[in-house]
């Protein structure tokens, strides 16, 4: 892939990760202060009470996953940047135009797409 396509691809990929991170954030703490707010539990039906502690872990998920994927873009720009992005990290290949077309951040080819990758 040429490396000014999957630069655009990347820092796209990551501006649109920044909003939807904001955004995650913003909710995350809308349902904390919603959960915290409470005195304990106290006059308020059970099942309120779970509806917002589920909410709150939600919320807390969504962070932690778009967090791990902007991670994994941060990574690919620094690929990128050293001169390493486009071959898989396990066997060296070159991995396929459309695999990073699809998922510009991937660090493997096709085969090794299960394969743990230390970074």
């Excluded at 039906?45 to 589920?54: A, I, K, L, R």
């Amino acid at each position: 892939m040429d490396p000014d396509r999957a630069r655009q691809l990347l820092t796209g990929e990551l501006a649109a990760l920044d909003e939807r991170l904001r955004a995650a954030e913003d909710d995350r703490a809308e349902a904390s202060a919603d959960t915290l707010g409470q005195e304990g539990a106290l006059g308020q039906h059970p099942g309120d009470y779970g509806s917002e502690v589920n909410t709150t872990m939600e919320a807390d998920l969504s962070v932690n996953t778009l967090g791990e994927q902007r991670r994994r873009v941060q990574e690919a720009l620094e690929r990128l940047d050293g001169g390493e992005y486009g071959r898989c990290a396990v066997c060296g290949r070159e991995i396929d135009d459309e695999r990073l077309e699809a998922r510009p951040e991937v660090p493997t080819c096709r085969e090794h797409a299960d394969t743990p990758v230390v970074t």
